[in-house]
């Protein structure tokens, strides 16, 4: 690594440049198995360094699965079909049962969208960056457009994970279910992008981790890895997400926005473990290595590297040094609570559908993650109880 004062003697757009790419160089020299190093490493290049998301174009990403038909009918998967059933008559629409006439003001700190109080004011306050009253409100503002902005990518990359995985399954229960999960993840883009644009005024480009994620998974060839992936890791983010902006948020339409969410995500993650538990149990041993370490890759790259560099860069750049401001949003009530939310949805769940032996454990432990095992996973808990949480 450059030494800091290296950077901090470069034009602030170059230091930047320099510092995503050794971002991504961390994160190829990390990754231990050479299977997921290949397979990942494209998607880290593309996100990291060409910063494909940014671009301001439309982004091709080739998708390389092969769909499959399924003339049986044969319904092997009650409990699936089941779930596609509860789905569609849990449709629900974002125009008419959300009060989109609810004025919204987002720097009113009488019905915050992002509380105060949980933004890191004295983490910056350590660094020397004390905010007025006025840049206080602006600020959550930010954090607040910034990551519902985040919601809002994942939502696009969900619904076309959902439509692949449609054509992907081989069997014509998860077609069904997967129908109704491409309708939910449009209406959620569609509900996040109105309440951004209609009511926070202000939008944030994809950020790289989760550019770098989507990526990965579109052009994964195979459909656990998609289901993986999307299922149980970015549903398992969004809704260790959601739930903690469910839990903080005092917006009223934001609120009843997220608690629709919630209820068909819920639906989601049930649908991943359902596939999965019964996939893995047949899988070759060698096959079920990679995929779990794979997962414990993606699940280090969710925990450390949510790390808002856009707010950075448009708040903080030039004024404390990026490797802080790291530490900083890390360290806030916000993050914290955050990934406890959703490492405690997550890790039941690896369980459930074996992919969490004694083996990756050890890695786990390592990184403070096994405190979450033995919790309960997504197929015994209802959206009463993730609303609850
Ligand atoms: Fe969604
Ligand atoms: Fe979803």
Same mark, same amino acid.
């Given at each position: #690594?450059?030494?800091?004062?290296?950077?901090?003697?470069?034009?602030?757009?170059?230091? =930047?440049?320099?510092?995503?790419?050794?971002?991504?160089?961390?994160?190829?020299?990390?990754?231990?198995?050479? &299977?997921?190093?290949?397979?990942?490493?494209?998607?880290?290049?593309?996100?990291?360094?060409?910063?494909?998301?940014?671009?301001?174009?439309?982004?091709?990403?080739?998708? !390389?699965?092969?769909?499959?038909?399924?003339?049986?009918?044969? @319904?092997?998967?009650?409990?699936?079909?089941?779930?596609? =059933?509860?789905?569609?008559?849990?449709?629900?629409?974002?125009?008419?049962?959300?009060?989109? !006439?609810?004025?919204?003001?987002?720097?009113?700190?009488? =019905?915050?969208?992002?509380?105060?109080?949980?933004?890191? /004011?004295?983490?910056?306050?350590?660094?020397?960056?004390?905010?007025?009253?006025?840049?206080?409100?602006?600020?959550?503002?930010?954090?607040?457009?910034?990551?519902?902005?985040?919601?809002?990518? @994942?939502?696009?990359?969900?619904?076309?994970?959902?439509? &692949?995985?449609?054509?992907?399954?081989?069997?014509?229960?998860?077609?069904?279910?997967?129908?109704?999960?491409?309708?939910?993840?449009?209406?959620?883009?569609?509900?996040?992008?109105?309440?951004?644009?209609? %009511?926070?005024?202000? /939008?944030?480009?994809?950020?790289?981790?989760? $550019?770098?994620?989507?990526?990965?998974?579109?052009?994964?060839?195979?459909?656990?890895?998609? $289901? /993986?992936?999307? &299922?149980?890791?970015? +549903?398992?983010?969004?809704?260790?997400?959601?739930?903690?902006?469910?839990?903080?948020?005092?917006?009223?339409?934001? %609120?009843?926005?997220?608690?629709?969410?919630?209820?068909? *995500?819920?639906?989601?993650?049930?649908? @991943?473990?359902?596939?999965?538990?019964?996939?893995?149990?047949? /899988?070759?041993?060698?096959?079920?290595?990679?995929?779990?370490?794979?997962? $414990?890759?993606?699940?280090?790259? #969710?925990?450390?590297? $949510?790390?808002?560099? +856009?707010?950075?860069? *448009?708040?903080?750049?030039?004024? #404390?040094?990026?490797?802080?401001?790291? =530490?900083?949003?890390?360290? !806030?009530?916000?993050?914290?609570?955050?990934?406890?939310? #959703?490492?405690?949805?997550?890790?039941?769940?690896?369980?459930?559908?074996?992919?969490? !032996?004694?083996?990756?454990?050890?890695?786990?432990?390592?990184?403070?993650?096994?405190?979450?095992?033995?919790?309960?996973?997504?197929?015994?808990?209802?959206?009463?109880?993730?609303?609850?949480?």
């Amino acid at each position: #690594m450059l030494p800091d004062r290296a950077l901090d003697s470069m034009p602030s757009p170059a230091a =930047r440049r320099v510092r995503d790419v050794f971002d991504a160089m961390k994160i190829a020299t990390r990754v231990e198995n050479k &299977q997921v190093l290949v397979g990942l490493a494209p998607s880290v290049a593309r996100g990291f360094v060409l910063k494909e998301g940014k671009q301001g174009t439309p982004v091709g990403m080739r998708a !390389s699965h092969e769909a499959w038909f399924d003339f049986r009918y044969q @319904g092997d998967y009650p409990e699936m079909y089941e779930l596609y =059933r509860r789905a569609v008559q849990n449709q629900w629409d974002g125009d008419r049962q959300l009060d989109w !006439s609810t004025d919204v003001d987002p720097r009113n700190p009488e =019905r915050p969208v992002l509380p105060l109080e949980l933004a890191p /004011l004295e983490g910056l306050a350590a660094h020397g960056i004390r905010l007025d009253r006025d840049e206080q409100l602006r600020f959550v503002h930010d954090f607040a457009s910034w990551l519902l902005s985040q919601f809002m990518h @994942g939502e696009q990359g969900a619904l076309y994970a959902s439509a &692949q995985v449609t054509e992907s399954v081989h069997w014509v229960d998860g077609k069904f279910y997967g129908a109704t999960q491409v309708m939910d993840e449009a209406r959620h883009l569609e509900v996040f992008l109105r309440y951004l644009e209609t %009511k926070l005024g202000k /939008l944030y480009q994809v950020n790289d981790n989760l $550019f770098t994620i989507m990526d990965s998974l579109m052009r994964d060839s195979r459909w656990d890895m998609k $289901f /993986l992936g999307m &299922q149980i890791m970015i +549903e398992g983010l969004a809704l260790g997400a959601f739930g903690t902006m469910y839990q903080v948020t005092r917006e009223p339409l934001l %609120k009843e926005l997220l608690r629709y969410v919630i209820q068909d *995500e819920a639906r989601h993650v049930h649908y @991943g473990v359902l596939a999965l538990k019964r996939h893995f149990a047949e /899988l070759d041993p060698r096959e079920l290595r990679e995929r779990e370490d794979w997962t $414990f890759e993606v699940a280090c790259l #969710m925990r450390d590297r $949510f790390l808002a560099h +856009e707010i950075y860069d *448009e708040w903080f750049s030039g004024l #404390m040094k990026r490797r802080d401001w790291d =530490r900083v949003i890390s360290d !806030s009530p916000f993050l914290t609570q955050f990934r406890q939310t #959703m490492f405690r949805r997550l890790v039941p769940n690896l369980e459930y559908i074996g992919i969490f !032996s004694p083996r990756i454990r050890a890695h786990y432990e390592k990184v403070g993650l096994t405190q979450y095992a033995g919790g309960r996973n997504a197929s015994q808990l209802t959206a009463e109880d993730l609303l609850a949480a």
